[in-house]
Every structure is written in structure tokens, then in C-alpha cells.
């Protein structure tokens, strides 16, 4: 009788090791599959931040030429601006300082629009594109004509 019970057991040891490696297997595909989609998830999220600086350095230099005061004149470039020759569109390749490799474009655009209270509005509309990924972001900045101070922000992810 204990040699039946002894021969049912025989190869048990191996069934379990075999299920074990399947499970620890099983276990190491899944921790795998995290870490790919972390790390892809990360690059993704670096190249959004560049291209929202990217699109944010559009405005800042939209804002800050509207602002400006050209030499000999007392008035801000936005109070002598003529409406009748706007959108007005500028193309800037980005490149790093130190390398002088390529980083991305930023597409300034330049509009107006009229609100139902009867407000100007110019609209800054600046596009920012990493050169290597598909990433995009729009930043738009709205500017009361009539008060500089007054501005409204935006953002579109693409």
C-alpha cells in the first residue's frame, strides 16, 4: 500500500516547479509591460513640456513686440498697429545655444477678433512643434487692445 502512495507522488516536484515558472513567468511579462509603458510615457511627457516651452516662447515674443516701444515714438506698438494687415503669420526654426542642433518650430500667428461687447481683442496665436516627435501645443494669449493688462490664455494639445 505506501509503495501505491509513494508512486503517486513520483514527478509532483517537477509539476510544481513548472507551475511555478509559469506564474513567476507570467509575473515578469506583466512587470515588463509596466515599466515599456512608464518609459514611454515619460518621454512623452517630456517632449509635451518642451513643446509647450516652445509655444509659450512664441507668445512671450508676440507680447513683448506688442508692447514695445519703438525708438523715437512714445505709443506701444499695439496702439499704432493697422488691423487691415493682420493675421500676419512668422515661422522660427529653433536650435540648442551650445550644439546648434535643431530642436523645433514655433509658428507665431497674429489676429484680431471683435467680441459682442464691442472689445478688440488681438489673438497670439503660437504653435509649437518638437523637430523629432509628433507632439504639438497651441498656445493661444488674447490682449484687449485697449488694455495691455487685460489678457486671456489658452491651450490646445495636439
Known amino acids: 500500500m505506501s509503495k501505491k502512495i509513494l508512486q503517486k507522488k513520483n514527478g509532483s516536484a517537477l509539476l510544481w516547479a513548472v507551475l511555478m515558472m509559469i506564474i513567476m513567468s507570467a509575473f515578469a511579462l506583466g512587470v515588463a509591460n509596466l515599466i515599456r509603458y512608464n518609459n514611454g510615457q515619460m518621454a512623452y511627457n517630456s517632449d509635451l513640456m518642451q513643446a509647450r516651452h516652445i509655444a509659450e516662447a512664441g507668445i512671450e515674443l508676440g507680447y513683448n513686440t506688442l ?19 493682420l493675421p500676419r503669420e512668422e515661422e522660427i526654426e529653433l536650435s540648442f545655444k551650445d550644439s546648434g542642433k535643431p530642436l523645433g518650430v514655433v509658428t507665431a500667428t497674429l489676429d484680431y477678433e471683435v467680441d459682442a461687447d464691442g472689445i478688440t481683442w488681438l ?9 523629432q516627435s509628433s507632439v504639438a501645443v497651441t498656445r ?4 484687449n487692445k485697449d488694455n495691455v493688462e487685460d489678457i486671456q490664455r489658452y491651450e490646445e494639445i495636439e
Not at 140 to 143: G, H, S
Open 123 to 131: 489673438v497670439i496665436s503660437s504653435k509649437g512643434v518638437l523637430q
Open 67 to 85: 508692447t514695445a516701444h519703438p525708438p523715437n515714438r512714445s505709443d506701444m506698438v499695439i496702439n499704432t498697429l493697422d488691423l487691415s494687415k
Open 140 to 143: 493661444i494669449l488674447k490682449v
